[in-house]
Structures are given as C-alpha cells and as structure tokens.
C-alpha cells in the first residue's frame, strides 16, 4: 500500500504492509512561501501546476511501480466521496477545493481514497495503536493545524459533508485570538504551532515549560466537552506539537480534563501520546484505504479486519 501524508510543515509518502507496518518512506519539508503566496486557484501555478502537489509528487512517483493503491491523508476541511474529494486545508492557502484525489489518480494510475489527516490518525490508531480494541475513542493532531477523528461504537464518525471530528473550531477560549476559520478563540487559534508561534514569536518547538502547561490545557478543555458530549473513555494525541511538548503538555491537559468532566460516567476519561508516534500519519494512510476501499481497520463496523500489527 502506497501511503501519502500532506502535513503542514512536511510531505510524506511509504510503503505500508498489510498489517500496518511502514516499510519504506521518502519525506520532503513544505515550503511556507509557497503556501502561502500565489494564484489561490487550485490547479495553477507559474509553470502550469500547484508547486505543493509538485513537492509531493517528487517524493510519491518512486513508489508507484511497487503499489496497488493509494490511501491519503491530508488536512481539512473537505468536500466530497473518499475518490474524488477536494481539499481546502487552512494551512495551504492556495488549496481551495484541489482535487488531490483525482490529480494522484491521474499521474499514479492507481485508485486513490483520501481523508482528513485527523480521521487517518483515529483508523491508524485503532488498527495498530494505543487504540487498537476500543470502539470508542478520540484522535487528535496538534501540530500545525489541530483536527479530530472520532471512532464511535467501533465506527468512523463521517458527517454530512465527511468533515466530523473537527475539533480544533470548538472554542476554549472566548475572547481568545482570532482563528482562520472566521470565530475567536477557537483550540488551533490557542493551540496549534502556527498560533504558537505568533503568540510567542518563536517556534513551538522553543515553548517554554509555561506555554506548553498552557496549551496542554487548553487541549483538555476541548477533549472534556467532547468526552461529555460523546461518552468517550480515550483520547489520544499525535502531531509535533503535542508529542514535542512532551509530558508538561498531556499532565496540564488530563489535569483540564478531569476538571472539565465531574460527572460519574466521565470520570474515568484519559488522554494518551499515540502509540504509533512518527509513522502515524503514513500508517493512517494505508488505513484510510482499508478503511473505505478493503476489508477495514476497526473492531466493529460494516468491515470488520482483525488486528494483525
């Protein structure tokens, strides 16, 4: 299985077994200039292409030959089926409704299933992971961007327009800083390492202890309202910033979190790293694909695929 991650800071594609073991990678840096500067069409470029997707073909083109098919994980929001979706991620700007599925369908000559990065990160999770098992959970990135993927009695949640999950837009913060999606203090305006970054003018990775006990907090306030609305035992984090940050992040954050959930059924609610650290988001990837297009990576659901990692 050729897995692909469109990442804000990076690019990544592998190969991935069938039992979710990532066996081979190429990995390429953005280029932030070139996602933030240019004809915001989708298709269009000086010289006639998206220089993002150019990146990213670079890097998926030598693993072509070796494959049978392509699962994709790429930040959101999306529109679409698992084939044809376009893509409008907030961290590429000049992505308005891009057509990743169809353009590495048309260069591969592979099938290619794509979705949310976040969703990715709960089928990975769930298939080889700290998850594998529960049939209720929460999986999160931190990192540039914040999302969600949430696994409900063993099911991927979807959503009328597939864009469930998104919880880096609830706000944790009321009059909190202004988020791309339009509202003010929403978790990726307080959390994410872009916001970061302009809050303390350095990169994440440089956040002292305070920041990081700070937007470990700010995570679990998020989770909490998720956990009570949802009844969910688990979450588990993935992304730089979150992993980075290390264990002043996720101690304020279950310290937020058990403040935030008082009732009896809540209680028990924890948040976790996830278990598959950096091949996360190319095992997420391959799941995708088994997710929507093979015998599938959960306990339960319409597919149902035995844990074999």
Known sequence: MLAVDVGGTKLAAGLVTGGGRLVEQLRT???????????QS????????????????????PFVDRAEAVGVGCGGPMAGGPGDRRMSPLHIRG???FPLAELLAERSGLDVVVDNDAKALALGEGWCGVAAGHR???????????????????????????????????VVEPEGPSCACGSRGCLEAVASG??????????????GEEVRRRVGAM?????????????????????????????????????????????????????VPAGLGADGPLVGAAAVWHHYAGSGVLPSG????????
């Open 29 to 39: 840096a953005t280029d932030p200039a070139a996602l933030t500067s240019g004809d």
């Open 42 to 61: 989708p298709r269009s470029t000086s010289s006639g292409m998206d220089s993002t997707f150019e990146a990213l073909w670079s890097i998926v083109e």
């Open 95 to 97: 992505w308005e409704e």
């Open 136 to 170: 209720n959970f929460l999986a999160m990135v931190v990192s540039t961007g914040v999302g969600g993927g949430i696994v409900l009695d063993g099911r991927l949640l979807d959503g009328a327009t597939n864009n469930a999950g998104h919880i880096g837009h609830l």
């Open 194 to 207: 872009t916001a970061i970054a302009v809050a303390t003018g350095a990169p994440a990775a440089d956040a």
């Open 219 to 271: 995570v679990g306030r998020g989770v909490g309202d998720v956990v009570n609305l949802l009844d969910l035992p688990l979450a588990v984090v993935a992304g730089s910033v979150a992993l980075g940050f290390g264990a002043p992040f996720f101690d304020a954050a279950n310290e937020a979190l058990q403040t935030r959930c008082g009732l009896a059924f809540t209680g028990r609610a924890r948040i």
């Open 302 to 309: 319409p597919a149902i695929r035995e844990n074999q990692c």
